[in-house]
């Protein structure tokens, strides 16, 4: 059988963890591709390493980009304050002061760069929208172009070779059914994190966005979330 | 009036000078994006620099990206030599060398945020298929698809504050129309670069595609090239 390889992009945190997950139980040689784009912390690349280790990523490359040249999210400014103690992701029309501009666009341009090189069709992504984030760019229809356009836009698609794929595994799913699968699967969700606000010892704040999806999640999955939390 | 903004890509050449000068021309305020993305030469990023300059840009940006680390292109890897002596760009069917793979996707990311954050809704590239290159990411349906991603990709437009328009102008111009539409806008060629293997004192190669292709729409459009070429 011949080698079906996929670019998985890894941010650290547990839905592109479990992602990955679901892209090697899929028969996938997986090339994790993490991007460090001015992010307040190193929290989260730290993470991305281990994820990629502990579930076999064949590759692992961490991708600097200059986002916060752009300016204008909580996650690349540092004069925005991350919203705390509500959870404001989900508010019907509403996109969160944490949305990075064109983000998804960038990433995915990149992981197709990266995939035409490595003669790979396969790129996964771990975009939810039932948890829904209020990101445009964590949508199905989002994909759906963004999939059409890497099919006009390379040489390896123009030239027959393949037809690329953007697949979402977790696209539908509740964060405590992303967990529930992920734990089927193996992923160590101790090594992973989401808080977009950890303290300098790098626990995680329990207050942001990130945070209480992650707790809620691992309560309706019935399950403990394995990090540490600054007022354990 | 408001103030129309727009996003022009600029790579230092005579295609993407040409193509901020017709953006300038229709009443845009214009904010030029130029990458470095290890190309052999800083030649094109200085050329950029002089052309923004002189043509009135309202803030020109250079963003390193590293498309490099990901290989197989002759304009970016450095074991793989720069054909020359014939015009390889146009072979029917043919993809040339130094093609880089997603290399418009990436440009057009990050465009799109940047014209996210500055509230600009168009952006203009200077990608031409009539003088056809042989690169996918040059066509219009390439651009179409794009387009349509962007407007499913971000805030601005799902929140229905605009949407967003990829420009190309010089699309279907020859080499000599679109020197010929410069020179009455007031391009100043001498600006300009487009050797892909220039010498160390930035004199243009005069055998490579890119200095052909050049010197081939000068000739046509009746004008001398105000460059220099080593062999002169």
Redesign the interface.
Known sequence: MPDKKAVVLLSGGLDSATTLAIACSEGFSCYALTFSYGQRHRREIDAAKKVADSLGAIEH?I?????A????SALTDSTLNVPKDNIHIGEPGK?PVT????????FL??A???A??LGAFDIFIGVNSTDYSGY??C?A??IA??E???N????A???GKGRYRIHTPIIEMTKAQIIRSGTQLGVDYSLTHSCYDPDERGRSCGRCDSCRLRLKGFAEAGLKDPIEYKNE
């Open positions: 490359r991708v600097t980009i200059d986002l040249s752009f300016g204008r996109i949305y990075v501009p064109a983000r998804n666009t960038i341009s990149y197709l760069a990266w035409e090189v445009p760019d949508r229809e989002f172009a963004f059409r356009t890497a006009l836009a390379t040489a698609a123009v030239e």
